[in-house]
């Protein structure tokens, strides 16, 4: 009987993992974050078919402005991909894209690469954009944490 109920007990956990399992970020998706939206919001263009995107937080420190984004395919429940958009004054926005944990290891390089087309002293940007990486790694933990309680 109890080798029955542990039986039943684990395959519904097993479930509710599968459930909550996120699909890799693609190199589509990947692309979209990186450069479409910045097309889109140049071109003034529907939001991208099959998806939404939802605001995590923006950050500032100093005169830099960081906004957190997360692109979620419709229907699911957790986002694919993470949107950053990094801005300080007189200079065009750049955009990143935070692959999913899963992603392909291509994807997580160009993300790694990207990270060096700053335009400004390279030591203060990564300084400050994992500033704001880490304040924004904080609010999610602290939600999720809130939320499995």
Same mark, same amino acid.
């Given at each position: 009987?109890?080798?029955?109920?542990?039986?039943?007990?684990?395959?519904?956990?097993?479930?509710?993992?599968?459930?909550?399992?996120?699909?890799? $970020?693609?190199?589509?998706? %990947?692309?979209?974050?990186? &450069?479409? %939206?910045? #097309?889109? #919001?140049?071109?003034?263009?529907?939001?991208?078919?099959?998806?939404?995107?939802?605001?995590?937080?923006?950050?500032?420190?100093?005169?830099? &402005?960081?906004?957190?984004?997360?692109?979620?395919?419709?229907?699911?429940?957790?986002?694919?991909?993470?949107?950053?958009?990094?801005?300080?004054?007189?200079?065009?926005?750049?955009?990143?894209?935070?692959?999913?944990?899963?992603?392909?290891?291509?994807?997580?390089?160009? %993300?790694? $690469?990207? #990270?060096?087309?700053? $335009?400004?002293?390279?030591?203060?940007?990564?300084?400050?954009?994992?500033?704001?990486?880490?304040?924004?790694?904080?609010?999610?933990?602290?939600?999720?944490?809130?939320?499995?309680?």
């Amino acid at each position: 009987m109890i080798a029955l109920w542990l039986l039943i007990v684990s395959s519904s956990l097993q479930a509710q993992v599968k459930d909550e399992t996120i699909l890799p $970020t693609t190199e589509e998706e %990947y692309n979209y974050c990186a &450069t479409g %939206y910045r #097309l889109q #919001l140049q071109m003034e263009l529907p939001m991208k078919r099959g998806y939404k995107l939802e605001d995590i937080t923006n950050l500032t420190e100093g005169e830099r &402005t960081f906004s957190f984004k997360s692109l979620y395919r419709t229907g699911e429940k957790k986002p694919c991909a993470i949107l950053v958009i990094y801005s300080r004054p007189r200079v065009a926005p750049l955009y990143y894209c935070v692959p999913s944990e899963n992603a392909p290891e291509p994807l997580w390089r160009n %993300y790694y $690469t990207s #990270l060096a087309n700053a $335009t400004e002293n390279e030591k203060e940007y990564l300084r400050v954009f994992n500033y704001a990486l880490g304040r924004a790694l904080a609010m999610v933990a602290s939600n999720t944490i809130l939320e499995t309680k």
